[in-house]
């Protein structure tokens, strides 16, 4: 759930879901909010037991104050619950890390989709 706060009324108030209805109860390891660098919308990668998934939130809110949410990527690749993400500056690249001890670097393409960028293994 994203929140916002409502100054007129000192409160904090639900503007969007990032779940899909067979999602709804995963347990959340992290989240990470990419910079925005000028889109009309923000990235959010969220991290649960299924993966991570990519999200586009809206910034405009629609008349309930709601903002539209698209889930635009899966990522799998992991092999065990990923506890660290974060962006680059720009927001382009969402670096992973998890229970797998793999580094795993995560970008999308002019056409918007993600892939495996590259994968960092751990020496002994």
Same mark, same amino acid.
């Given at each position: 759930?994203?929140?916002?706060?409502?100054?007129?009324?000192?409160?904090?108030?639900?503007?969007?879901?990032?779940?899909?209805?067979?999602?709804? $109860?995963?347990?959340?390891?992290? *989240?990470?909010?990419?910079?925005?660098?000028?889109?009309?919308?923000?990235?959010?990668?969220?991290?649960?037991?299924? $993966?991570?998934?990519?999200?586009?939130?809206?910034?405009?809110?629609?008349?309930?104050?709601?903002?539209?949410?698209?889930?635009?990527?899966?990522?799998?690749?992991? $092999? $065990?619950?990923? &506890?660290?993400? !974060? &962006?680059?500056?720009?927001?382009?690249?969402?670096?992973?890390?998890?229970?797998?001890?793999?580094?795993?670097?995560?970008?999308?393409?002019?056409?918007? *989709?993600?892939? !495996?960028?590259?994968?960092?293994?751990?020496?002994?």
């Amino acid at each position: 759930m994203v929140w916002e706060f409502d100054q007129a009324h000192n409160r904090w108030l639900p503007v969007a879901e990032l779940a899909s209805p067979e999602d709804k $109860g995963d347990p959340v390891y992290a *989240v990470a909010w990419a910079p925005n660098i000028g889109r009309p919308y923000e990235v959010i990668a969220v991290s649960t037991q299924k $993966g991570i998934a990519i999200w586009h939130v809206g910034l405009n809110p629609d008349l309930d104050g709601r903002l539209s949410v698209e889930k635009v990527a899966s990522l799998e690749g992991h $092999g $065990g619950e990923v &506890w660290q993400m !974060e &962006w680059d500056m720009s927001g382009m690249t969402l670096a992973t890390t998890g229970s797998d001890g793999m580094v795993r670097l995560w970008q999308s393409n002019l056409n918007g *989709v993600w892939h !495996e960028q590259a994968t960092l293994v751990p020496t002994s």
